[in-house]
């Protein structure tokens, strides 16, 4: 996936654009399988487990209030 995103960033991508990204699918949420799929060293790691449907408002609010939460926690220990 590196190779497909650095070409497209390399040739593809305007000067005014940000840099593309690239979208790992996993059956299951697995950061080890994320983080050996990209370089080392790169700090915007995300997983997230693939939906077969649309989650209700409520869910979707829990969810991004979940997120949030562990952000934050993962800041402040970064910070100390």
Do not use: H, W
Request: proline share 5%; hydrophobic share 35%.
């Amino acid at each position: 996936m590196q190779m497909y995103v650095n070409y497209y960033q390399r040739e593809l991508t305007a000067k005014d654009e940000n840099p593309p990204i690239g979208i790992v699918l996993c059956a299951d949420r697995n950061e080890a399988v994320v983080r050996y799929t990209l370089l080392e060293g790169n700090t915007r790691i995300f997983a997230s487990p693939y939906k077969l449907y649309l989650p209700t408002e409520q869910e979707l609010a829990a969810e991004l209030q979940r997120e949030r939460q562990a952000l934050e926690l993962a800041r402040r220990l970064t910070e100390q």
